[in-house]
């Protein structure tokens, strides 16, 4: 390539321009070295990156939170507990007592503990004493048949503060006990899987150690009773239910009530299908059993527990609550993420699947609001994964993403309770495992007890949300949610804001505080997950400290990294935190 360039005659003076030529040539030199360069680099170029549009690669995001007004108050009670009636099946119910799960138990409350669960239809309960006393021979039974006895000889037979029974079991005990439950388990799963259950039978004595556990936990107890007791016009039959009222009346156990569980699936599981109209009925009679006990006159009721709302489920809904929907203080529901038989461990970190509930939610509430407007709704039995569970994924730290997910969306969308299956049961969706060892999802729950306040709170960010693409959705990977501190913490004082934080991108975030929240002080409670296994890990970590508990039986103290003034928050990639951010004086939360 030539460039061809004639100069004048007489040279311009030194103060004058250079000629136009002279700039075409230095122009064609710089295009010249460009090219050279670029093609010496070859694949060093960098590679392009997708940058959202707008953000103009922002690498703070700015967070702020509205202090003056709370946007909902859940229940004091939001995070709560159910059992399965399985356990007295394979024998977990005569070890209620253990004084380590009392203790695991304590640190979740206040809270609701519901009795009920696919085998609540196939409940009857017998005032008789403890079948187990006649039994012998080998075996767990014959080692549980002086139970109450040893309740009294035991080392910790009496808690001085509530006068509970509390028993420290020996070893041989416990271990028989889970040779018998791995047996079980498989016949527990057989049933699930075949829709055919077995009866079983509920003892005035066995009905003692349920409330004992809950009494000495700090739990309240919500009890499902058998629905599936149908006369011959397939109206209810509540004579098993008279004889539990009566019982538990003469005991004084402060218990409220449920009907049924999941009656949408009658028909499959016991051939027999109760239409919404005639279960809002069954509740009705209920309530009538409920009034003229003394004790129970005033006891709350709840239902109807359906399952995830298809269409055959809201067609239920609507006609109980026609005819019942001022006859429950609660409208609860069921809801299960993934089918346990197909999950893997990046499915927990799928956004489409933390968002399935936020649709089922808008369902529910808009059937109750056109019959009870303002009525409240809860969330019972929530599961990560269906039949059981999944070894070593929904008992590990992946998990937590779709239960601390589910918690903030919740709480958000105005459910006042969440009722997590299970807190100690047979399979793998617990908080507790059967060596009483508390998991990740329990940790993750007790942070969320110490720290959350039942007011919500709006947040507002910058730099987060994309926009939307024509023919893409783009889903948001970094979770925030925002509450006054729980005013039961004395190491806050009011005013102070809780943030939870879940970040499932595979890179690093930084945010940081604006507004309100900009120069305060930040408390972090980071949690990760501990050991080799990485996101499969059933032991966790707190601000790089594993979690366990203590030799003694007690639960460890759950320290903070402070965090300076002004600092920007970094959240490691896939991980879940929270945030307390101190002396922020907040309107919101200075009064309960």
């Keep these: 390539m030539r460039v061809l360039c004639v100069f004048p005659a007489a040279m311009p003076s030194s103060n004058s321009r250079p000629p136009a030529c002279l700039v075409l040539v230095a122009l064609f030199l710089v295009l010249l070295l460009h090219f050279s360069l670029s093609s010496q680099a070859g694949d060093r170029r960098p590679l392009p990156v997708d940058r959202a549009p707008g953000l103009k690669e922002k690498t703070l995001i700015l967070l702020d939170v509205s202090t003056k ?70 075996g767990p039974d014959y080692y549980l048949k002086n139970y109450e006895d040893d309740i009294v000889r035991s080392d910790v037979a009496l808690d001085k503060q509530k006068g509970c029974k509390i028993a420290q079991h020996p070893d041989i005990m416990l271990e028989l006990q889970r040779e018998k439950a791995a047996q079980m388990h498989l016949v527990l799963l057989k049933e699930q ?106 006891a709350s009721l709840y239902g109807p527990n359906i399952g995830r709302p298809r269409k055959n489920v809201i067609a239920l809904l609507d006609g109980f609550m026609k005819v019942a929907g001022s006859t429950v203080d609660a409208v609860t529901w069921q809801h299960c993420y993934i089918d346990g038989r197909v999950v893997k461990v990046m499915d927990f970190l799928k956004t489409r699947l933390l968002d399935t509930l936020s649709d089922q939610i808008r369902k529910i509430q808009k059937v109750v609001n056109t019959y009870t407007p303002g009525k409240k709704i809860w969330l019972e039995g929530v599961v990560t994964t269906s039949a059981g569970g999944t070894n070593n994924l929904s008992d590990s730290y992946a998990a937590g993403f779709l239960w601390l997910n589910t918690l903030g969306m919740l709480a958000n969308q105005g459910i006042d309770v969440v009722i997590r299956h299970s807190f100690f049961d047979h399979g793998y969706n617990h908080l507790v495992d059967q060596n009483f060892n508390p998991l990740p999802d329990y940790w993750l729950s007790l942070l969320y ?144």
Excluded at 219 to 237: D, G
Excluded at 269 to 295: C, E, F, T, W
């Design 69 to 138: 007004n709370p946007v909902r108050t859940v229940n004091e009670n939001f995070l709560s507990l159910q059992l399965d009636p399985s356990i007295i099946h394979d024998g977990w119910l005569d070890f209620l007592s253990s004084k380590r799960l009392v203790t695991l138990a304590r640190g979740l409350s206040p809270a609701f503990l519901r009795f009920g669960g696919k085998r609540t239809d196939f409940l009857q309960f017998q005032n008789l004493r403890n079948p187990a006393k006649s039994r012998g021979g080998p």
């Design 193 to 298: 899987f075949s829709n055919t259950y077995s009866n079983l039978i509920l003892t005035a004595r066995s009905l003692d150690k349920l409330y004992n556990f809950a009494d000495c936990s700090g739990l309240h107890l919500i009890f499902a009773l058998n629905a599936l007791r149908r006369n011959p016009n397939n109206s209810w039959n509540s004579s098993s239910a008279l004889s539990l009222l009566k019982y538990s009346a003469s005991k004084k156990y402060n218990i409220s009530w449920e009907l049924g569980n999941e009656p949408n699936n009658y028909r499959t599981m016991h051939g027999r299908a109760v239409n919404g109209s005639q279960l809002g009925k069954d509740y009705i009679q209920l309530k009538s059993l409920l009034q003229p006990i003394r004790i129970y006159s005033r």
């Design 449 to 592: 007890k110490r720290l959350i306040g039942p007011k919500v709170l709006a947040v507002h960010v910058a730099g987060l949300q994309r926009k939307p693409r024509p023919g893409r959705v783009i889903r948001d990977k970094l979770r925030i949610y925002a509450h006054c501190t729980n005013h039961h913490n004395h190491n806050y004082v009011r005013g102070s804001i809780t943030l939870f934080i879940i970040n499932l991108h595979r890179s690093r975030k930084k945010i940081k505080l604006a507004g309100t929240l900009r120069d305060k002080l930040v408390h972090q409670y980071l949690l990760q997950p501990y050991g080799q296994e990485g996101l499969k890990s059933k032991s966790v970590q707190l601000n790089g400290q594993p979690l366990v508990m203590v030799d003694d039986g007690t639960l460890p103290e759950l320290k903070p990294r402070p965090l300076r003034a002004g600092r920007t928050l970094v959240i490691p990639p896939v991980t879940m935190g929270f945030y307390v951010v101190k002396n922020v004086n907040a309107l919101a939360c200075r009064y309960r």
